[in-house]
Every structure is written in structure tokens, then in C-alpha cells.
């Protein structure tokens, strides 16, 4: 039983040590700002989080300098991505014309990218990662809130922050302490996620496979494959109620290629489930608290986007706060509402597109009962009209208003 209790002053702490924490815990900590970041696990190592590195990510790390030193790591480019509807194959968004410097989407596993912020932020004295801090509250005053309390292996945390953000993801204790209720916006789908082993003789691109019924999404992770299975919400019951066999079979379907290896996946052990959550916050903020990424708005998994959006919240709040944290006292509210302004309109801009692919596609798809499936009209057009590739490119690449780091 933890007993001892840690009390820490700080100017900002952040709860979570995914892409919108330790991007944020950089980029103050790189100004001089006292930054406490509270991460809850041992480690960053998770299976199947979001590994995919965009455009966007891209020129905030040339930004900050770290371009050439962070590709250095093992990664994949994805420079084409495509869809295979029925038999016809569709290239969907060609990242070569991006008027970025990565003309690419770089796949690395999101363990990687989270190790390689927090070694970078550790140069700074400001910041400071605790590991396995779990968050159970908040520590209120006058109505404002003032920090957390966490349990730790050694005991009981206590950090006092002018400024507390919640970056602890899409199931944010912060979020709930806080009494924000997010508005589900809904999503038909979940997805399940598995590996299998990859053959040079495989595809060399990323790709999606939809059938009556089924989609299939391949990421090509260099001696792997990233696949993810999408169903029907709900449906994962009635779907292992069934021998792993028949998930085999559905797999080997879709992806013939991959016939010779599905036996890889032993039992529904070897598949996690992704519940896909479709939501957002109508307020990001109170006196002393706000929240960012995931914790304010959860993305749906179509174009990968989240971990994006969660960099982008980061850099926008580092932008607007670091004038104020870099000074003494409380952070004005009305700065706090100045990031959600900043953040929103994209975050419903790029959920209103999901939305449109969800009900157009992917519903259609899952809920149909034909033997063979035609992709839709839209979908065509970028077969004959190859420039039109460049906007899903620009949308999932680049995204609605990206934000660039400043320099104070």
C-alpha cells in the first residue's frame, strides 16, 4: 500500500506520455517552461497503437531540427496509398506533389517516436518524465484546478501546476474528473488487430482490400504486416464465437498473398480489439485545466490521422501558451479558449470527412450482402483523373490548417 506522499511544484504538468504529451513537454520544456509529464505505463510499449508518422509530423520535427536524425531510425515510406474495392484497384492519395519536405507517410512503430521525443526533451532541465504515475485526480482551488495526484510505486504524487493538460487519451481520467462530457459522434465500425509475417515477394506498397462485407487494411512494416480487420460494431462476439479458422479463411479471401501464413494467427489471443470512439468535448477547458488530442477529441482510424491531430493540438498550445507560462501566475482562460478556437474548427473539419467515408464506404461495404461490390462513383474518378489523388494526399497528409513551431 502506498504510503509516502511526493509533492511537486512545476509550471505546467501534462497527464499522458502519448504524441500530444511528449510533444507538448518538448516544445515548453525547450523555452525554459518547468514541464512535469506523467506517463502511467513502465514503458511506451503498446501493440498496434497509431504508427504512422504524416507529412505534417514531418515538418514540425525539420522545424525543431530533428528531421534528418529522427528518419535515421528503422522506418517504411508510404508514397502512394491504394484501394483495392472488388477487383478494381484504386490509387487513392499520391503524397509525391505535398509541398512539404517528406513527400511521404513515414510507418514507425509509435514506441519509437515516443522513446526518441523523450530522450530529445531530456536535455532540457525544465522537463521531467515520471513513469508509472497513474493519475486519479485533480487537485482543486477557488475553482480553478491546480494540479493532480497520481499513485506511483513509491507512494502517493502530489504535483501543483499553474497549468494541468490533459493529453491521457480517448478514456481520460483527466477528462472525467474535470466533468467534461464528450459528444459521441459515432462510428459503425471497430477494428481487429493482428500480425503477419511479409515475404519480399509480397506487394511493396500499403494497401486496403474491401469486399461484400469485409475490409481488410495492410501496412507494410518491412519483415511484417500491420493488418487490421474492420467489422461491424458489436459484431466481435458473434464473430469468435466461431473457430479462428473462419477469421483465417476471411483473411486469405481478401489477400490471397497472405494464404500461405494466416495459420500465424494461432487463437483470438493473437487479435486485439481497437473500439473505435468518434467523439469530441464542446468545451476543452477550465480555469487551470485543458485538454488536447485524444482526451478532447477522439478521431476515427480512416486516413490515420489521430496521432496527427494530437501533434498539431500540441504545437497550436505551445504556440499560443508560452508567452503566459514563461511569465508567472495563473494562464488566463481566455488563452486556454483561444487553443480550442485554434484546434476545432479542423478537428470538426477532418471528423466530418471520417463521417463521410464511414457512411459511404465502410457502411456500405460491411452491410453488404452481394457477392461482388463496385466502388463508388467518387472512387473511380481517381483512376482517370490522376491529379485528384493529390487532395486525399494534401487531406491526410497535411490536414485542415497545420501548424508550424514557433520560435520565442
Known sequence: MATQMETMHTRCCIVGGGPAGMMLGFLLA????????????????????GDTI???????????????????????EARLLSGKVGDVTIPIADFSHLPTRAKFIALM??????????????????????????????????GSVRGVTAQTPEGWLEVRADLTVGADGRHSVVRAKAGFEPQDIGAPMDVLWFSLSRK?????????????????????????????YVIAKGSLGTLKAQDIDVLRQHIAALAPFLADRVGE?????????LTVVVDRLKRWHRPGLLCIGDAAHAMSPVGGVGINLAIQDAVATANILTPALRTSGPVPEALLANVQARREWPVKATQAMQLF?????IS???SSQNEKIAPPWFMRLFISVPW?????????????????????
Open 30 to 49: 525547450r523555452t525554459g517552461i518547468e514541464t512535469v509529464v506523467l506517463e502511467k505505463h513502465a514503458d511506451f510499449l503498446r501493440d498496434f497503437r
Open 54 to 76: 504524416h507529412p505534417s509530423t514531418l515538418e514540425v520535427m525539420n522545424d525543431l531540427g530533428l528531421y534528418d536524425q529522427f528518419l535515421a531510425l528503422p522506418h517504411q
Open 109 to 142: 512503430p509509435q514506441w519509437d517516436f515516443l522513446n526518441f521525443l523523450a530522450r530529445q526533451a531530456a536535455s532540457f532541465p525544465a522537463f521531467h518524465l515520471r513513469m508509472l504515475a497513474n493519475v486519479d485526480g485533480l487537485i482543486e482551488e477557488n
Open 200 to 228: 519480399e515477394s509480397d506487394p511493396h506498397e500499403s494497401l486496403g482490400r474491401m469486399e461484400a462485407g469485409q475490409i481488410l487494411v495492410l501496412i507494410e512494416r518491412g519483415a511484417h504486416w500491420q493488418c487490421g
Open 265 to 273: 494467427i494461432a487463437s483470438w489471443d493473437d487479435v486485439k480489439l
Open 357 to 361: 467515408i464511414q457512411k459511404r464506404v
Open 364 to 366: 456500405t461495404v460491411l
Open 388 to 408: 485528384l489523388r493529390r487532395w486525399p494526399a494534401r487531406i491526410v497528409g497535411i490536414g485542415v490548417r497545420p501548424e508550424r513551431v514557433q520560435s520565442f
